[in-house]
């Protein structure tokens, strides 16, 4: 474990994208990369046909469900140039307040494979996932239980 990070100002906001608008996230991320029609099924076996968009070369994958922004996947490896600096699990605390999220939330649950996080201001869940050098390396957020899948993307 290396020293403790500052948290700096958000390099993604994700309160900028979260429940937002296919509209208003492109305005806040920029140009999808790709868009594609897809059918999401909830835990109760609801179909919904959902819009997948994929920003900034992939690295954020966005499902909207009801015309918002409900499953955002989030790659950091591109989005940080200090990415190399996030350790898993030390510094998933000053990796939320980077992305404009409560710094101080506690882990809901964490192993050596993910770390989840919960009761976050409008969002359901945030859960971390390392990658090579025990870096964080993804995260998937759902905004609201009701979009819990089974198999939970």
Not at 32 to 51: C, H, M
Not at 101 to 117: E, H, P, W
């Amino acid at each position: 474990m290396g020293p403790r990070m500052k948290a700096l100002s958000p390099f993604v906001d994700l309160n900028q994208i979260v429940k937002k608008t296919p509209i208003q996230v492109q305005r806040y991320l920029g140009r999808l990369s790709e868009l594609k029609p897809d059918i999401y099924r909830s835990l109760g076996g609801k179909a919904s046909r959902v819009k997948i968009g994929k920003y900034r070369k992939g690295l954020f994958e966005i499902t909207f469900i009801e015309n918002g922004a409900r499953y955002i996947d989030v790659c950091f490896e591109g989005i940080d140039p200090d990415y190399d600096r996030y350790s898993y699990t030390s510094d998933t605390r000053t990796l939320l307040g980077n992305l404009g999220l409560d710094g101080n939330a506690s882990a809901y649950f964490s192993n050596q494979f993910v770390t989840i996080l919960r009761g976050l201001s409008g969002i359901y869940e945030i859960s971390m996932f390392p990658g090579p050098k025990n870096r964080i390396s993804y995260a998937q957020v759902m905004t609201d239980r009701k979009y819990e899948q089974e198999n939970n993307r």
